[in-house]
């Protein structure tokens, strides 16, 4: 990664931490643990993060801004789901 990739993304992890309310990361993380873990397993991270954010967006409504910080934040974390998911 590189260095401003990694500006970048610590930007958003800022912003993260200022937007995204407890609730949306409850939100995140149960549908993560209540996914079959195969389904997870079988996508990679592009189609990963899209199914994860389409889900979110189906059970609340999310603004672009939210949709973007919730996409990087999947995205920062699909290392943690796909360990998550092989546990199960």
Known sequence: ???????????????LSNTMTPGMLRQLWYLVENTQAPLLLSKDDPSLVE??????????????????LL???IRS???????????R
Do not use: F, H, P
């Open 77 to 87: 974390k699909t290392s943690l789901i796909r360990d998550l998911a092989a546990q």
């Open 51 to 68: 199914w994860l954010l389409r889900q979110m967006s189906q059970r609340r409504s999310l603004e672009a801004g939210e949709t973007e």
């Open 71 to 73: 996409g990087a934040y």
């Open 1 to 15: 990664m590189s260095g401003e990739t990694l500006v970048s993304c610590y930007r958003i992890v800022y912003q």
